[in-house]
């Protein structure tokens, strides 16, 4: 895929269009019309909320740890060798947005060079991935994070 399309998709606003079509008993078109519509907040704080609660199988419902070195892609479908672990917590910063906290301890996956994470889905679907430079987990130390998604 190329680089311009991938970031169209992995940055694109979200967005609605609306259209309609009036006819005529005969079934004659009157007007069409279509346009892009305005997402309230109230619409981003409901989806904040549809994939952070137990309310289906799409909720987001761990954070997960892997090996895989490729770039992050719009078309990924999971991470290499992934060890998951439950949130901390989540929050809710703001009407567009949900905070996913999460902490590996002092004796959580070490002997791993983490090099990527990903947000998973209840059903195992891979929601959101970040590639870095490998953190090298010994029982030395703890790791603690948020991974925010906005709307």
């Known amino acids: 895929m190329n680089?311009?399309?991938e970031n169209f998709r992995a940055n694109k606003e979200i967005k609605g269009i609306f259209s309609l079509?009036?006819?005529?008993k005969k079934g004659n078109v009157?007007?069409?019309?279509?346009?892009?519509?305005?997402i309230v907040d109230k619409a981003r704080y409901n989806?904040?909320?549809?994939?952070?609660?137990?309310?289906?199988?799409?909720y987001?419902?761990?954070?997960?740890?892997?090996?895989g070195t490729n770039d992050a892609n719009v078309a990924d479908l999971g991470l290499t060798s992934p060890i998951n672990f439950a949130f901390d917590s989540i929050e809710y910063p703001d009407n567009n947005s949900v905070a996913f906290n999460w902490s590996l301890g002092l004796s959580d996956a070490n002997g791993i060079a983490i090099t990527e994470f990903g947000l998973m889905s209840h059903n195992?679907?891979?929601?959101?991935?970040?590639v870095r430079a490998a953190i090298n987990k010994t029982s030395d130390f703890t790791i603690t994070g948020?991974?925010?998604?906005?709307?």
């Open 60 to 67: 987001i419902d761990s954070i997960a740890f892997g090996v």
């Open 47 to 58: 989806m904040a909320q549809l994939i952070s609660v137990a309310a289906n199988n799409y």
């Open 3 to 5: 680089k311009t399309l």
């Open 30 to 38: 009157i007007e069409e019309y279509e346009d892009r519509n305005l």
């Open 124 to 130: 195992g679907d891979l929601f959101a991935r970040k």
């Open 21 to 24: 079509i009036v006819k005529d």
């Open 146 to 151: 948020t991974w925010k998604i906005i709307f």
